[in-house]
């Protein structure tokens, strides 16, 4: 018989910290002689790796070395930045380019790097052409080389796999049913202590606060959301969002208010997140149904209403 109620044996762990500019989060319910130092000193630890590795605001960061070094050379990657330009790449094939890596440079001309907007990198930016990262990059197994001039950015996808770093420290703590996050990519761990799924917030496209727009419940899945509503620069008088249209090298024109994924992992809907907020609800939709993805598009109509168009069985439902 499934429990209906939280067993009062168990002691509610919240924990969390900073990492990439924003704060991680873990919560799970243990017996109450679990001690959760060495719990919260291992999360910390792993997404203090990832950032490490994948940081663009970070010069000593491996990606960012990788960024320096001359075309045609081998690099030898971690296991877990390998694991992550492979992804990135499969989904930049899966997707016909519209979750790309390889927008490092428009990514900083922008402004939405560590340095503010420079137009005269935003024409340098406009000026190259925009050949997908999986045609300029050759991965082996844990090495690899640029064919071409590119610059790598993990924005993308690098909180996500960070998310889904916390949910295998807490695995490997035994810790089996739990619910972990990075700025709003979450992973659910099993069930909740009362034999539910995890209850998420999928969030209303609002600049000015944050509410929710639905909830969606998880289960050893994982959710992200990509939107046009946090992160922006003003130029004239459009305000222009943080996700690139690959294409062009600038910030897409007239993007989705948000998509939100739900993938295995949560890398994969990160990146996912990503793809579908570039291709846009009808290239979206084939795109999700090929990839066997559940998502929510949620569009602004002229007047500003938001208009949901749920893709998959999870959301329709």
Known sequence: MPKTSIDPGLARHALNGPTMGTRWSALFFAPPGLDPAPVRKALQAAVGAVDAQMSTWRSDSDLMRLNRM?????????????????????????????FDIGQGDAV????????????????????VPRTPAHERLELDGSRLRKTAPIALDLNGIAKGHGTDR???????????????????????????PDGQPWILAVEAPDPERRAPQSVLALQDAAAATSGDYRHWVTVGDRRLSHTMDPARGAPLPAPPASVTVVAPTCAEADAWATALMVAG????????????????YLLRGPDGAIRPLPLGRLFAA
């Open 70 to 98: 001359p075309v045609g050379e081998w690099a030898s990657l971690a296991p877990d930045l390998a694991r992550v330009l492979a992804l990135g790449l499969a989904i930049g094939r899966a997707s016909g380019g519209a």
């Open 281 to 296: 609800p009808q290239v979206g939709a084939d795109l999700a149904a090929r990839a066997g993805l559940d998502a929510l």
């Open 108 to 127: 900083r001309a922008w402004g939405f790097g560590p340095d503010p907007a420079d137009p005269r990198a935003i024409r340098a930016a406009l000026a």
């Open 166 to 192: 916390l949910a295998e420290v807490l695995l490997a703590h035994g810790i089996t049913d739990a619910l972990v996050g990075i700025d709003g990519e979450m992973r659910a761990l099993g069930l909740r």
